[in-house]
């Protein structure tokens, strides 16, 4: 059974950093990617990042790249990922979602709430 759990969110003043974590436990063999979506309030759900758990290539929404790096952690039960987030900004408040991607198949963490004040 797989299980992803995502953790790491806090309150910090802009300009702040803050590093989220995801921990997918369960998985199996195939293709993985693992994907860190943000949903602020009154707006849809959005793509920040993104790691493939079988090569490490990485990917970044425009407006976090050269702010935010996606890694993944030594190990592989759980497989953990990180997302460090420096220079934050107010507009990066949201609740921050871990999904764990394998073909046609998903898997997302309960979410993590992030809030940049002035």
């Known amino acids: 059974q797989v299980q992803v759990e995502d953790s790491g969110g806090g309150s910090v003043q802009a300009g702040g950093s803050l590093t989220l974590s995801c921990a997918a436990r369960g998985i199996t063999g195939g293709q993985q990617s693992l994907m860190w979506y943000r949903q602020a309030p009154g707006k849809d759900r959005e793509l920040v990042a993104t790691?493939?758990?079988?090569?490490?290539?990485?990917?970044?929404a425009d407006f976090v790249k050269g702010r935010f790096t996606i890694s993944r952690a030594n190990g592989n039960n759980p497989v953990t990922v990180h997302l460090e987030m420096n220079n934050l900004k107010e507009e990066d408040t949201a609740v921050y979602y871990c999904?764990?991607?394998?073909?046609?198949?998903?898997?997302w963490g309960r979410g993590t709430q992030v809030t940049v004040s002035s």
């Open positions: 790691i493939s758990l079988s090569w490490g290539d990485t990917e970044y």
């Open positions: 999904f764990l991607k394998r073909g046609g198949l998903g898997w």
